[in-house]
Every structure is written in structure tokens, then in C-alpha cells.
């Protein structure tokens, strides 16, 4: 779990992270304003408006957040073993503090070393070619055999190649998902992801739990 958030805390982020209309930018006003997001979760409409959200947003908040139980969003991740990291907490991804956007909130699996060491992305077409099979081998047993993580997407084509290529020398990789952490897609790697995370690499997410792999996810997890 979070390293730097009780439970009673986590459960909240959970909760507004369970929110699709909210998204990253609006969740972040609602973390800088209030102490704390049990405080945001029961905030009335007039203190949810003060933050800066549009009124259809806050309406959106208010009718929506009586239909789901932090306390349950809690307990799913328990359920499957998932780790969460927030933005607050110093083991989140500094380099994604550099976007525009970075996800207040990751799901993830395994034991991601990603503040230490070099990561560099692999990732190309879905129908790869026997060159492209074996180009991309060669580049990513160069970059394993130098110590580097090979960060993809757990796609098919040329990210599975990626992946197992770090996978073959027991090297870390780490997968990046446009599901759920629950939702591993394709279906026909999570066999990989398994061994990924047996290797000491992570499969992480942005998205709540069961969270379909929808087309529009894909850009947002690049």
C-alpha cells in the first residue's frame, strides 16, 4: 500500500480516483485544497465549488460519490493484492511529475525500481514482422544486459517481444496497462505479466479497478 497514507486516507483516494469524469487535473485542485480527502469526500457542494470545479462537475461528485463505499474500494485492492502509490508519496515516479497531467493515484503489481537506474520505453506496431522480431530482441537484450529497464506497454507485437526479451535474461520491465490492474490486456498475457513480476519488474496502472481496456485509454496511458 501507500507508503505515506493511513488506510482511513487511502480509502478516499480510491473513492475519487473511482470517479471517471474527475480526471487527473481536477483531482489535483481537490488534493491542493483540502488537508485531506475524507474532508473533500464529504464536502458540501458550496466547498466542493470553491476549489475551482466546474458546476456540473461538483453536481457530478455529489450524485455520484453516495454510490460508492470507500471502504469497499479499499478492500478490492486488498482482495487481489494490488499496491497503491499517490503523488503525496515519496516512492512515486518523479519523472511523471514532469507532465502535464501525472495520475494523483497507480495500481500496480510487483516491485517497481523506478526513481533508480535508467528506463527506456520500447514499444512499436501490434503486428510485428520476423525483422521487426528480431531487431526488436536485439536492441532490448543490449539494453538489459546494461542494466536498463525496458518499460512497454504488455500489447501485443512488439511490446510482448520487449517484455519477454527482459523476461528471458530475468531482467525487470515493466508493463503499463489501459485497463484495470484487475483487467490485464490481452487476456493471452497474463502469463507475461506473471512472469514480469516474478522477475522483479511491476505491471502498473492509472485506471481504477475494472476498468475495460477501451480504446480511448491507450493515448491517456502514453
Same mark, same amino acid.
Given at each position: ?6 488506510? #482511513? ?39 466542493? *465549488? $470553491?476549489?475551482?470545479?466546474?458546476? $456540473? +462537475? ?5 450524485? *455520484? ?9 479499499? @478492500?478490492?485492492?486488498? @482482495? ?34 523506478? #526513481? ?8 512499436? %506496431? ?6 521487426? %522480431?528480431? +531487431? *526488436? ?7 538489459? #544486459? ?13 511490446? %510482448? ?17 489501459? %485497463? ?10 497474463? *502469463? ?29 496511458? #502514453?
Amino acid at each position: 500500500m501507500s507508503s505515506l497514507n493511513s488506510k #482511513n486516507d487511502l480509502k478516499y483516494w480510491l473513492a475519487f480516483n473511482s470517479l471517471d469524469k474527475l480526471g487527473p487535473v481536477r483531482l489535483q485542485k481537490i488534493i491542493n485544497y483540502f488537508p485531506d480527502l475524507q474532508l473533500a469526500w464529504e464536502a458540501k457542494t458550496v466547498e466542493l *465549488t $470553491k476549489v475551482g470545479l466546474e458546476p $456540473k +462537475i461538483v453536481e457530478y461528485i455529489y450524485d *455520484t460519490r453516495g454510490k460508492i463505499s470507500p471502504e469497499n474500494e479499499l @478492500e478490492k485492492i486488498e @482482495e487481489i493484492g494490488a499496491k497503491i502509490v499517490t503523488i503525496k508519496d515519496d516512492y512515486y515516479p518523479r519523472s511523471l511529475n514532469d507532465i502535464y497531467a501525472p495520475p494523483p493515484l497507480l495500481y500496480y503489481y510487483g516491485q517497481p525500481d523506478w #526513481n533508480n537506474g535508467i528506463n527506456v520505453a520500447v514499444v512499436g %506496431s501490434r503486428k510485428i514482422s520476423a525483422y521487426g %522480431s528480431q +531487431i *526488436t530482441e536485439k536492441i532490448c537484450s543490449e539494453l538489459v #544486459n546494461n542494466g536498463i529497464t525496458i518499460v512497454s506497454g504488455l500489447a501485443l507485437g512488439v511490446d %510482448s517481444c520487449a517484455h519477454w526479451q527482459a523476461v528471458k535474461y530475468q531482467s525487470k520491465t515493466i508493463g503499463v496497462l489501459g %485497463s484495470g490492474i484487475d483487467k490485464i490486456y490481452p487476456a493471452s498475457n497474463r *502469463t507475461l505479466a506473471k512472469k514480469i513480476v516474478e522477475c522483479g519488474g511491476a505491471i502498473v496502472t492509472e485506471f481504477p479497478l475494472g476498468t475495460p481496456p477501451f480504446k480511448y485509454n491507450f493515448p491517456q496511458r #502514453n
